[in-house]
């Protein structure tokens, strides 16, 4: 059989789990390429090499060109390319998984497709925000109006701390100048966000629309996930960078964002509360079973509960059908 043209993929088992890799990259008005293992970006100013392997989301803003080879590496690492508008307030797509079992996602599908364990993972995602509160006889209405009066609470807080003057979050997508500056650095720290938060889900092989307590967008669960994270992170920041007299509160709101998750606990604690939110146990790899093996391992349902070994010929033992 002849051998299939272009580079071979980088074996699974050298890639970088998803919790131990770089946040996000944003790139504009350059043009993106491929040299070996490294993604390459140039501009006016000259290039810079991205290893790969180890890039958690590439945003890739207006003007950026991007070659197909290095579509094919980021595919190959596991890597998400993420397309975003001007000032990443906007989002278009993103790329490939890194898993290669569907256990989670199948767990995700199971636990949002029934009434009783969405709500129990809904109130187990309110939880995490409000730990000093018992959410378990609390109802979907309840739980809204907590995290309505608890946002608005931040915002107040922040304000006073900041000086920052705040009537309401107020912003349009398709003007993000028109926004105060406090709503503009809000917009870029979120996208920024969600844009990590989306790599995250999609490299552990979850499905971003099947959200608990958001529904019928495409990005629901990176909704539900990026909540997690806001009181403690875009908030507080985005109020900060309002304080300040810069040039471009988009890019200083990014930079900021990334400096804040660069150290990497941001993503670790982004898988594992994924994995809390989807799973009973800490028994659940990454990679699926036996990947390092086999990455391409499929199985094959039963009725009766259990999977069975896929590529076999069943039925050897029955006659053959009349023709």
């Not at 378990?136 to 995290?147: D, H, N």
């Not at 993000?176 to 999609?202: D, R």
């Not at 875009?234 to 040039?247: L, Y």
Request: proline share 4%; charged share 20%.
């Amino acid at each position: 059989m002849r051998e299939i043209p272009g580079a071979k993929p980088v074996p699974l088992s050298q890639l970088t789990r998803a919790q131990d890799r770089l946040t996000f990259v944003y790139l504009e008005h350059s043009v993106v390429h491929r040299d070996a293992n490294a993604i390459t970006a140039r501009d006016a100013r000259g290039t810079v090499h991205i290893p790969a392997a180890t890039l958690g989301a590439l945003l890739l803003g207006p003007g950026t060109t991007i070659s197909q080879q290095a579509m094919v590496l980021l595919a190959e690492s596991g890597s998400t390319a993420v397309w975003v508008g001007e000032h990443g307030v906007r989002y278009y797509a993103h790329g490939r998984t890194l898993a290669n079992s569907s256990r989670l996602l199948e767990q995700q599908a199971s636990l949002v497709s029934n009434r009783t364990s969405r709500l129990r993972v809904a109130r187990q995602m309110y939880a995490m925000r409000f730990p000093d509160d018992d959410t378990q006889a609390l109802t979907m209405q309840q739980l809204r109006g907590k995290e309505g009066a608890r946002v608005r609470r931040l915002y107040r807080l922040h304000a006073e701390r900041t000086g920052v003057a705040w009537e309401r979050r107020d912003y349009d997508t398709s003007d993000f100048a028109g926004g105060t500056p406090v709503n503009q650095a809000l917009s870029a720290a979120n996208t920024s966000l969600y844009g990590v938060v989306h790599a995250v889900i999609v490299a552990l092989g979850c499905a971003p629309g099947l959200g608990f307590v958001h529904t019928g967008h495409i990005k629901s669960f990176v909704y539900d996930i990026a909540d997690l994270y806001k009181a403690n992170l875009t908030i507080p920041i985005a109020f900060d960078i309002a304080t300040r007299d810069v040039a471009d509160i988009g890019a200083e709101t990014r930079r900021t964002i990334r400096d804040h998750m660069k150290d990497g606990a941001f993503l670790e604690t982004c898988v594992r509360d994924i994995k809390t939110l989807l799973t009973t146990s800490n028994e659940t790899v990454e990679y699926g079973p036996d990947a390092f093996d086999n990455p391409d391992v499929v199985m094959l349902w039963d009725y009766n509960g259990r999977n069975v070994t896929g590529g076999t010929a069943y039925g050897d033992d029955l006659p053959e059908e009349p023709e």
